[in-house]
């Protein structure tokens, strides 16, 4: 049942049948454990046994034969068996010296049985204190879920759960850390704190989020940390669901070695410990939903809804005097999510999540009054500013927010996987509809394009006109119109006459300029410009139709920054 039940080959030995029994080879293997016992009577015994075996055996399969030890012990090994007792002086004098060699170097017990003593004596006695070390184990794993239980019960927290744990281990170091909000507890005497503090922090940044193939017979890991002149062997052991890891406790053995029975214990509480987190997640999501519903009515046109926001204003820490700005966090290629993710929405939700707790996190240390919620594939936030700040200031101190969640986000392996799009500020509270239209729109220009992370609705000049849900069907057709002949005559020719379009209006109509920008010989310039004039009709010296172009460039642009978006996204 748990890897560390059953009884080691030591133990076996130290049985009253078996005070007798020799260590014939393998002593580096004395510590393997044995969960249950068989006979070896056939020789093709290796099919039929299990990981944690002791094979007891007179060696009658193989006594006309004893060099099929050669090959039956690295099988074994390899199996994961506990060891091979062997009854000599009946069908074999002794184990041949090349099976004794390289069950040394394999660590693999060869112990050699007194002939007297029978296989149901050593079976019933090993079975025994198998069961019993295993009662003793489901007794503690019992007791220890209980009172983890009666804790989260009675509202217990993290750091009364990992004060339960430290009595447990006899006040070795530990720590729990939890990556939702980044906290942590740390028991241990004052001069190792800072040490631990350190290596904890460090320990959090190197993880790698959305990765859970955890394997049964290796939950935890163990590594060396160095704490002033001592290097101490640390235990880490995830704290963890089939699809979420939820933080990690760090165990010292600065103190004494931890038992098997001990790490058992506590790798087996920490599902308890992740249903406590995944409770105050639940709280904190509940919380979050709330706060988007204030959003919804405070964003709404109904002027009741609006008031009924207002109202409840002071609950969400609201403050109508403040200038707010909307800030809008977008996961990236929501839509597309189902195609390369099988559980999407536990995905999304994992996203959102890490960006809450890295918001949590940041305003810690900050002077900004912030309101944020997330809602389906997007976080919203409430920048508030106090009335009378210049804009150049409230753009620098939004900025500076994104940047440290940008930091964060690429710790947690998201900043690729999302998009932030920021809407004017506004005093008025009846406008902050539109700062939340601007931040949305904002967000999804900022996602057809690839040079930033972060996106002012200020700033995107004629996108602010183009980005326009309702002109979409009119700009599809004023572009097909105006530029989409000259588009298929590059595919289909190969040549660059869109290129040379967008130069000649950078270059303000100079073609020497244009030569030098492509790197193309004069004549090949006024070729084109001649052959765009004759598949357009356009007329460069028509201010209208030059505008025309120009617009319609942009049109491609955003046309073609969305294409190169979905091919990332696959």
Same mark, same amino acid.
């Given at each position: 049942?748990?890897?560390?039940?059953?009884?080691?080959?030591?133990?076996?030995?130290?049985?009253?049948?078996?005070?007798?029994?020799?260590?014939?080879?393998?002593?580096?293997?004395?510590?393997?454990?044995?969960?249950?016992?068989?006979?070896?009577?056939?020789?093709?015994?290796?099919?039929?046994?299990?990981?944690?075996?002791?094979?007891?055996?007179?060696?009658?399969?193989?006594?006309?034969?004893?060099?099929?030890?050669?090959?039956?012990?690295?099988?074994?090994?390899?199996?994961?068996?506990?060891?091979?007792?062997?009854?000599?002086?009946?069908?074999?004098?002794?184990?041949?010296?090349?099976?004794?060699?390289?069950?040394?170097?394999?660590?693999?017990?060869?112990?050699?049985?007194?002939?007297?003593?029978?296989?149901?004596?050593?079976?019933?006695?090993?079975?025994?204190?198998?069961?019993?070390?295993?009662?003793?184990?489901?007794?503690?794993?019992?007791?220890?879920?209980?009172?983890?239980?009666?804790?989260?019960?009675?509202?217990?927290?993290?750091?009364?759960?990992?004060?339960?744990?430290?009595?447990?281990?006899?006040?070795?170091?530990?720590?729990?850390?939890?990556?939702?909000?980044?906290? @942590?507890?740390?028991?241990?005497?004052?001069?190792?704190?800072?040490?631990?503090?350190?290596?904890?922090?460090?320990?959090?940044?190197?993880?790698?989020?959305?990765?859970?193939?955890?394997?049964?017979?290796?939950?935890?890991?163990?590594?060396?940390?160095?704490?002033?002149?001592?290097?101490?062997?640390?235990?880490?052991?995830?704290?963890?669901?089939?699809?979420?890891?939820?933080?990690?406790?760090?165990?010292?053995?600065?103190?004494?070695?931890?038992?098997?029975?001990?790490?058992?214990?506590?790798?087996?509480?920490?599902?308890?410990?992740?249903?406590?987190?995944?409770?105050?997640?639940?709280?904190?999501?509940?919380? @979050?939903?709330?706060?988007?519903?204030?959003?919804?009515?405070?964003?709404?046109?109904?002027?009741?809804?609006?008031?009924?926001?207002?109202?409840?204003?002071?609950?969400?820490?609201?403050?109508?005097?403040?200038?707010?700005?909307?800030?809008?966090?977008?996961?990236?290629?929501?839509?597309?999510?189902?195609?390369?993710?099988?559980?999407?929405?536990?995905?999304?939700?994992?996203?959102?999540?890490?960006?809450?707790?890295?918001?949590?996190?940041?305003?810690?240390?900050?002077?900004?009054?912030?309101?944020?919620?997330?809602? @389906?594939?997007?976080?919203?936030?409430?920048?508030?500013?106090?009335?009378?700040?210049?804009?150049?200031?409230?753009?620098?101190?939004?900025?500076?927010?994104?940047?440290?969640?940008?930091?964060?986000?690429?710790?947690?392996?998201?900043?690729?996987?999302? @998009?932030?799009?920021?809407?004017?500020?506004?005093?008025?509270?009846?406008?902050?509809?539109?700062?939340?239209?601007?931040?949305?729109?904002?967000?999804?220009?900022?996602?057809?394009?690839?040079?930033?992370?972060?996106?002012?609705?200020?700033?995107?000049?004629?996108?602010?006109?183009?980005?326009?849900?309702?002109?979409?069907?009119?700009?599809?057709?004023?572009?097909?119109?105006?530029?989409?002949?000259?588009?298929?005559?590059?595919?289909?020719?190969?040549?660059?006459?869109?290129?040379?379009?967008?130069?000649?209006?950078?270059?303000?109509?100079?073609?020497?300029?244009?030569?030098?920008?492509?790197?193309?010989?004069?004549?090949?310039?006024?070729?084109?410009?001649?052959?765009?004039?004759?598949?357009?009709?356009?007329?460069?010296?028509?201010?209208?139709?030059?505008?025309?172009?120009?617009?319609?460039?942009?049109?491609?642009?955003?046309?073609?920054?969305?294409?190169?978006?979905?091919?990332?996204?696959?």
């Amino acid at each position: 049942m748990y890897r560390y039940s059953g009884i080691t080959v030591k133990e076996l030995l130290e049985l009253e049948p078996m005070k007798e029994a020799k260590i014939l080879a393998g002593k580096g293997g004395l510590d393997r454990r044995i969960t249950k016992l068989n006979v070896m009577e056939v020789p093709d015994i290796i099919n039929w046994v299990e990981e944690g075996e002791f094979l007891l055996t007179a060696a009658y399969s193989i006594k006309d034969n004893p060099t099929k030890f050669d090959e039956l012990i690295p099988q074994m090994n390899k199996k994961g068996l506990a060891g091979l007792g062997i009854k000599t002086k009946r069908y074999i004098d002794e184990i041949p010296s090349n099976t004794l060699k390289m069950a040394e170097e394999l660590g693999f017990p060869l112990i050699e049985i007194p002939l007297e003593i029978s296989y149901s004596t050593i079976i019933a006695n090993a079975l025994t204190e198998i069961v019993n070390n295993q009662t003793s184990i489901l007794y503690r794993i019992d007791n220890t879920h209980n009172k983890l239980i009666n804790m989260m019960l009675n509202g217990g927290s993290l750091k009364e759960i990992a004060n339960a744990l430290y009595e447990g281990i006899d006040n070795n170091s530990m720590a729990i850390k939890e990556y939702l909000f980044e906290t @942590s507890v740390i028991l241990c005497d004052e001069d190792k704190k800072k040490y631990i503090e350190s290596i904890i922090e460090t320990d959090s940044l190197k993880k790698e989020r959305f990765s859970y193939n955890f394997n049964d017979k290796f939950l935890h890991t163990n590594c060396t940390d160095v704490m002033g002149d001592e290097k101490i062997n640390r235990i880490t052991i995830p704290i963890f669901t089939k699809d979420r890891e939820y933080g990690c406790i760090y165990i010292w053995e600065d103190k004494k070695p931890i038992t098997p029975v001990e790490l058992t214990v506590i790798e087996a509480s920490t599902p308890v410990i992740a249903l406590d987190l995944y409770k105050k997640l639940s709280i904190f999501e509940i919380e @979050s939903k709330h706060k988007v519903e204030f959003f919804e009515d405070l964003f709404s046109s109904d002027e009741n809804r609006h008031k009924k926001a207002l109202e409840r204003a002071s609950y969400f820490d609201f403050d109508s005097r403040l200038g707010y700005s909307v800030i809008v966090i977008s996961v990236n290629n929501y839509d597309n999510l189902n195609c390369y993710y099988p559980d999407a929405s536990n995905f999304l939700q994992q996203i959102n999540v890490r960006l809450l707790s890295i918001i949590n996190r940041i305003l810690k240390n900050r002077k900004e009054r912030i309101i944020y919620g997330n809602k @389906s594939n997007s976080i919203i936030i409430l920048f508030g500013t106090e009335a009378g700040t210049k804009d150049a200031k409230i753009k620098q101190e939004i900025n500076s927010f994104c940047d440290e969640l940008l930091r964060y986000a690429e710790y947690e392996n998201i900043n690729d996987k999302i @998009s932030i799009g920021v809407g004017r500020n506004y005093k008025n509270t009846h406008d902050l509809w539109k700062g939340y239209r601007e931040a949305n729109r904002a967000v999804e220009c900022q996602k057809r394009s690839h040079e930033k992370k972060v996106t002012h609705y200020d700033d995107l000049g004629i996108f602010r006109i183009l980005s326009y849900e309702e002109l979409q069907p009119e700009l599809q057709q004023f572009y097909k119109e105006i530029l989409e002949p000259l588009v298929k005559y590059d595919n289909e020719k190969g040549t660059e006459l869109i290129e040379t379009l967008k130069n000649y209006f950078e270059c303000a109509g100079n073609l020497k300029k244009i030569s030098e920008e492509m790197y193309t010989h004069y004549n090949t310039v006024i070729y084109r410009i001649q052959r765009i004039k004759e598949i357009t009709g356009i007329d460069f010296e028509d201010y209208e139709d030059r505008l025309n172009f120009q617009i319609s460039l942009k049109i491609l642009e955003m046309q073609e920054n969305e294409r190169c978006s979905n091919k990332l996204s696959r």
